[in-house]
């Protein structure tokens, strides 16, 4: 019995969300190779076989699979598939987007944001937004599994030593073509990686007061910003600030909510914070279910205070 981890990684650099999600197919018993479908992505599988507790990985090198195409990485995925009794992909946009294709192709039910493996088929997922945990059996030959990569510590970086091994590349596949991309340049941690992250919500009232009252936080802190799906549909904040169910799932060391009231899709994406501290003037605010610091303020007054203390 082996597990294959599909490898998330811009050719270059290994992406942090494959190491936790190796350490959940070590969960899983047996062997854990690791697949790297891209282009001029040596470097990649090249630290891939750093991973402790990789022992083989596969390398597929072409074009066709340079931007991560879904049916193109789909593609080579099924190609290997019959040798593995697991297949896991971390549970971030590129993961979900090829999951569901490998799952449908090979007429096997896919386990969706695992969160903890009890046995080699037993699995733990979240399920109303995170309000119920569900404990799913399957009976699959093969196992396809997104993992929810705050659930899992990561698998340390250095100290392996894989093997790599190269694979035959598919045909490029004509159900899909590459444009072309838009990537968001930040100033701060990419909200996924960051250790701090402060978040606002609709209560902050405007784009201007979003930075106003929370970028000197952010600052003093080094911290990445975020944002409710409020104050995003509002328009205080971009969309990739998003935290929540419908957003990005996160579980930083410190997570400050300033003005967040605590909505269940907004607490699915960041319960898993090692320290919540909350800030609200709503006594009620569900937020302060979650919080391990909670306090009854108005933020406009409250955070200022707390950049003038730091």
Same mark, same amino acid.
């Given at each position: 019995?082996?597990?294959? =981890? ?13 190491? @936790? ?28 076989? $750093? ?42 946009? /590129?993961?979900? @987007? ?13 386990? /969706?944001?695992?969160? $903890? ?26 196992? =396809? ?93 971009? @969309? ?12 930083? $060391? ?25 800030? @609200? ?30």
């Amino acid at each position: 019995m082996a597990a294959l =981890v599909i490898a998330e990684h811009d050719n270059a650099t290994i992406k942090g969300a494959t190491l @936790n999600t190796v350490a959940a197919a070590l969960a899983c018993g047996g062997e854990v190779h690791v697949l790297i479908a891209g282009h001029n992505a040596g470097a990649a599988a090249q630290a891939a076989a $750093q991973i402790t507790g990789v022992a083989k990985v596969l390398h597929a090198e072409g074009a066709g699979l340079e931007h991560g195409l879904a049916e193109n990485v789909a593609a080579q995925v099924l190609a290997i598939a019959q040798a593995y009794s697991h297949i896991l992909f971390p549970a971030t946009a /590129s993961g979900k @987007n090829v999951a569901p294709r490998v799952a449908a192709l090979l007429d096997v039910a896919q386990i /969706s944001d695992a969160t $903890q493996v009890i046995s080699p088929d037993t699995f733990e997922r979240p399920i109303y937004a995170g309000n119920a945990m569900a404990t799913v059996q399957s009976s699959d030959a093969i196992k =396809v599994i997104t993992v929810r990569t705050t659930a899992f510590d990561p698998a340390a970086g250095t100290g392996g030593s894989a093997s790599v091994e190269t694979l035959a590349t598919l045909a490029d596949s004509t159900a899909s073509r590459f444009l072309g991309s838009e990537i968001a340049k930040l100033d701060r941690p990419e909200l996924t990686a960051a250790k701090i992250i402060v978040s606002g919500g609709r209560a902050l009232g405007s784009s201007e007061k979003f930075n106003e009252v929370l970028t000197p936080l952010a600052d003093k802190l080094g911290a990445a910003l975020g944002a409710s799906r409020a104050a995003v549909d509002a328009g205080y904040a971009p @969309n990739d600030w998003q935290v929540g169910q419908t957003g990005k799932i996160v579980a930083p $060391q410190l997570y400050i909510a300033a003005g967040i009231s605590g909505a269940i899709q907004h607490l699915a994406g960041m319960k898993d914070s090692k320290v919540i501290v909350a800030i @609200n003037k709503d006594p009620e605010a569900p937020i302060f279910s979650v919080a391990d610091y909670g306090l009854e303020a108005d933020l406009f007054t409250a955070v200022p205070e707390l950049v003038n203390s730091l």
